[in-house]
């Protein structure tokens, strides 16, 4: 049984902090799943299931997925959340289609969303200890007592950081650690980013970014009308990215704020159904999951390495090879991680050292990767970009008339996950 994927769309991604910064990531879910569903034609009532992705949790509402589903679909439908770092929807989409091939659901919608304006901020440790043990206290007097060894810096609020747990490195720790390790200029990183944005810039100008968009109407008065990806700098130059300091390194580094993905908020959604069900519904499938992989590396080790790893694997598993592949999408954390990844999947020796492979994996020609930007132009809200990518291929292969696509995610944790699609 195979899994088509019938319709999809997604919010703008905005930089957190701005147009969305009121909306929490279930109001943007919200407007995904309704609008993504009807796009296919169907109605709520077909849906057998929803599966969700986010990766910054809303701690008084952790199964973002039934919050969702609540909100925009009948409340018989059940709803999951998969929480896989930056493959969330990659996964959702995954899970879809592993329930459709066991015969378990006939129409399940996948995606994801994040909001990085509403991260949920904590006490410390201490603070949290004494809040406890004051919660049990029978009186006054015992519930105050914790507070006895209350210090000042205890009250100092603990905010998430985009860091590994296990490491303790963050993203663009790591992304400066592979573009050294990799010898990843920082001309070439600009000229991805300018890349990027240059690309963008023309999938909006030409239609075919807005039509993958559904607006969102922002509260509290619904004044403003939320349209467009606010990150895309049409006028970016290789000037301005040039004159950008390093962050993450600021003595040694290449990677600056204009070659990093920006911190995003936004949501995706795609409607995957049975192969039959979509021809007995009449409805013209997109495209088609051929395959998947997701691979795990040392988090110590190259940290948004994975696609490189999983990629072959993928298209093993579909009986392909790279030259196959008429339109790729790789989420683009960095500059620095793309050209790593494209690097690695064009070495033999990578290939011999890694993988266990005679020869090189190979990559598509640089010309049909990312045809409308990526990740660092358009954003990434964690969560969202997994669905958003395969939206993006899935409407460009048609366009172009391709039969194999790939996309290819890294991910939190060394995570890489590769999926591959067919149009027909
Ligand atoms: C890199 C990062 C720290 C930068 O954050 P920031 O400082 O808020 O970034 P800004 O967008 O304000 O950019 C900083 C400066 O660069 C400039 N800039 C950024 N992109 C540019 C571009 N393409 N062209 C020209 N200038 C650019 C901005 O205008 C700004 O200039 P200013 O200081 O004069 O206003 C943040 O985006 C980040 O943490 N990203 C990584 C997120 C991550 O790890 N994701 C996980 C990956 S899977």
Redesign the pocket.
Known sequence: MKTAIVAGCRTPFVRSGTVFRDLTAIDLGKVAVREAVARSGLRGDDVDQLVYGTVVHDTQAPNIAREVGLAVLPKTVPAFTVSRA?NSSNQAIADAAMQIELGLADVVVAGGADSLSHVPITVSERLAKMLVEASKGRTLGARLAPFRKLRPKDLIPVTPA?AEHSTGE???QAAERMAKENGIARADQDAW?LRS?QLAAAGIADGRIPSEIAPVYVPPDFGTVAETDNNV?PD?SLE??AA?RP?FDRKFGTV???S????TDGASAVVAMSEERARAEGIEPLGFVRSWAVTALDPAGQL?QGPAYAAPIALDRAGLSMKDIGLMEMHE??GAQVLSNLQALSSRDFAQRELGRAEAVGHPDPEVINVMGGSIAIG?P?GATGARLTLTLLNEMARRDVQFGLVTV???GGMGFAMVMERR
Do not use: D, E, K, Q
């Open positions: 930056c985009i963050t993203m663009g980013a944005h700098r970016s301005a990215l950008l962050v600056t704020a204009g990093s993905s920006p911190l948004l954390a960095f990434h964690f890294c991910a939190a």
